[in-house]
C-alpha cells in the first residue's frame, strides 16, 4: 500500500463540496490534513460551520478547518448561491452541531503550516473561490516550492460558464485570486465545466446514499436533494453535475485525465463581459494535443471514465 | 425560378473572400448588386483592387465595387495577414489588371443607395471586418429597416479563436463595429470558427478548380494553393477552412443551419485578454435548443451538411 497523499482542501461548503470531502474522507489514497474555509456557495463562517459539523458526523473531528477569507481581493462578498446549495450552504439539512471550533490559524496560515509540515509531497486541493490561496501566495511566496501539486476546480475553457455566459463561479468569484493561482511557479490541474458537467449522478445511486446505515453518509444523500432539483433545468431530470467532486477525485487518482493539455491560461480580472473567464488557449490541438513548453498548467478537457459509480462505491466502502 | 436575393457583399479580398466571390457569381439564388471593401487581410485599396480584377476576369465587371474604410473605430489598420492570403491578398498569383477602377461612393454609402434600390430585399453579406457596415448604420440610422437579412462571417463561440485565443480575426479587428452591428435591429445570422472551421476543400476539389477552362475559375484555384500551405498546421494536411464562403453559401440558400440559436452575443470591445470576444449567451441549451425571446441574432453552430462538393459544383456549373 503507497502513503496516502496528504491533502490540504480549500472549500465552501457547498453541496458539492460535501461530496467531494466524504469522497476525500473515504478514499484510502488520500488524508485531509487541513481544510480551510471562503465564501463563494455560502459564506467562510457558514461553510466552515457546515464543514465542523459533516466531519463531526463522518467521525474525523480531528482535522483541522480554519476560516478563510470572507471577501474577495477587489470586491465583497457577493451573496452565495442560496438557490443553488440553499439558504444554510448544504440544502437546508439540519446536520448535528459540532462542539468543535474553527482552527486559531487562518486558511492561509494553515495551508502554509501544512506546507512546512508536508513539504514536497502536499497536494492543494480548492474547490471554491481561490482567495485563500492568493493569500498564502501573498504572505509566502516559497509557498510552490513545498507544494506537489495543485488540482483546482475552476473555470470554463470552451464550454458556456454558469454564473456568466464565460465564466464559471469559483473563478468569476474572485478573478485576481484565481489568476495568482495559475501564475504560481507550481503543477496546476485546472478542472473546468467543460468536464465536471460531464459527470453527474443518478437518482438510483443519491438512494444507495440514502440507504446506508451511518448518518453522515445518510446527510449526505440528504443534501444532495436540493441540489437534484436544481440541476432540472440543466440535465431535463433529477440529477446533478459533479464539480467539486471530478477535482477530488482526479486529486486522489481515481480517475485520469485523457486530455488535459498544457497551455496558457489568462484569467479576465477586468469588469467587462468577460470578467472571470479563464481563457485558455486552445489554438492547434485539432490534429493531435499539444503542451506548451515551460507551462505548469493542465486543463482538464476530458477523463478517461464516468466517476459516479466509483464516487458512490468509496462512499460507501467501509 | 424564384428572383435572386440582391446582395451587398462586404469584403477583405482576401483568399476565402476569392472563393466565396466566385461562388456568388455563379449562384442562380443571389445576384451581387454591389461590393464594399475594407481592411482585413489586407488594405482597403488592395482588397478593392483585387476585386475589380477578379470581377473583370470573371466577366462581371459590371458590378460597383466601393472603397471603405482603411482603419477601423478604435484604432489604425494593423497590417493584414499576409503569412495567411500573401502580400498582395490573393496568394500572390497575378491576376490581369482591370480597367474598371472603384466607385464614386464610399462602401457605406453605397450599401445605404442599394438599401433604397432593394428596399425590404436587400441581404447584407460581410465577410471581413465590420467597419463599413457600421460607419453606414451611424450614417443612417434607418439602414435596418430596409435590410432583409444580415450574414456575417465572424465571431467565435465556443470554438477557440484564430487571432487570439479566444477571438476571431474580422471581429478581432474591429469589436466596437461588430458589436454595431449585433446591436442594430435587423436579423443576423452570424456564421463563426464553431462552423466555418468544420467544412474543408480537397486538394482533388481545388485540382477541379484548376482544370476548368476559365481563367477566372482557374485562378481561384492558384490562389487557393497559399492557402492550402497556410492550413496544413491547423489540419494536419494540405487543406483549406471555409470560413467566407460557408457564409455565402448560408446566405444563398445553399445549406441551412441545423443548429443555430438565437441568443444574446455581446462582443468584448476592451483592451483586455478577452478583447475582441463574440460572449454568446449559450448556457442551458444542453436539453434542447432554445431561442432568447427578442433576440434576432442566431450564432450557426451547425449546417446540415458539408458544403465542399456543393460549392465547388456550383462555381464550375455553367
Request: proline share 11%; aromatic share 4%.
Given at each position: 500500500m503507497t502513503t496516502p497523499i496528504p491533502v490540504y482542501l480549500d472549500c465552501d461548503t457547498g453541496i458539492d463540496d460535501t461530496v467531494a470531502l466524504a469522497y476525500l474522507l473515504a478514499s484510502?489514497?488520500?488524508?485531509?490534513v487541513g481544510i480551510g474555509t471562503v465564501s463563494g456557495n455560502t459564506t467562510a463562517a457558514q461553510a466552515a460551520r457546515n464543514t465542523l459539523d459533516l466531519l463531526h458526523l463522518a467521525g474525523h473531528d480531528g482535522i483541522p478547518v480554519a476560516l478563510g477569507a470572507h471577501d474577495h481581493l477587489d470586491h465583497p462578498?457577493?451573496?452565495?448561491a442560496a438557490w443553488v446549495h440553499g439558504e444554510n450552504g448544504i440544502g437546508d439539512v439540519e446536520v448535528p452541531h459540532s462542539p468543535a471550533e474553527v482552527d486559531t490559524r487562518s486558511a492561509a496560515e494553515l495551508l502554509i503550516d501544512l506546507s512546512h509540515r508536508y513539504a514536497g509531497r502536499l497536494h492543494v486541493l480548492t474547490i471554491g473561490p481561490m482567495t485563500n490561496i492568493a493569500h498564502a501566495l501573498e504572505q509566502d511566496p516559497t509557498l510552490p516550492s513545498r507544494v506537489a501539486e495543485v488540482t483546482a476546480m475552476g473555470g470554463a475553457a470552451l464550454a458556456p460558464g454558469?454564473?456568466?455566459?464565460?465564466?464559471e463561479a469559483n473563478v468569476h468569484n474572485d478573478p485576481q485570486a484565481a489568476a495568482a493561482l495559475i501564475e504560481a511557479d507550481w503543477d496546476v490541474t485546472l478542472v473546468p465545466l467543460d468536464v465536471t458537467l460531464e459527470h453527474t449522478l443518478s437518482e438510483e445511486q443519491r438512494g444507495m446514499l440514502l440507504a446506508d446505515d451511518r448518518p453522515f453518509v445518510r446527510a449526505v444523500g440528504e443534501i444532495l436533494d436540493h441540489y437534484f432539483d436544481f440541476y432540472v433545468t440543466t440535465y431535463g431530470r433529477r440529477t446533478c453535475a459533479l464539480h467539486d467532486p471530478l477535482a477530488a477525485v482526479i486529486a486522489a487518482g481515481?480517475?485520469?485525465?485523457?486530455r488535459a493539455p498544457r497551455v496558457p491560461v489568462v484569467v479576465?480580472?477586468?469588469?467587462?463581459?468577460?470578467?472571470?473567464?479563464?481563457?485558455?488557449?486552445?489554438?492547434?490541438?485539432?490534429?493531435a494535443a499539444r503542451d506548451h513548453e515551460g507551462v505548469r498548467t493542465r486543463v482538464v478537457?476530458?477523463?478517461?471514465?464516468?466517476i459516479g459509480a466509483h464516487l458512490v462505491e468509496t462512499i460507501l466502502a467501509r
Open positions: 484510502p489514497a488520500v488524508e485531509v462578498y457577493g451573496g452565495g454558469n454564473i456568466s455566459p464565460a465564466s481515481g480517475v485520469s485525465p485523457a479576465d480580472t477586468s469588469w467587462g463581459p468577460g470578467r472571470g473567464q479563464t481563457i485558455a488557449d486552445l489554438r492547434g490541438q485539432r490534429v478537457l476530458e477523463v478517461d471514465a464516468p
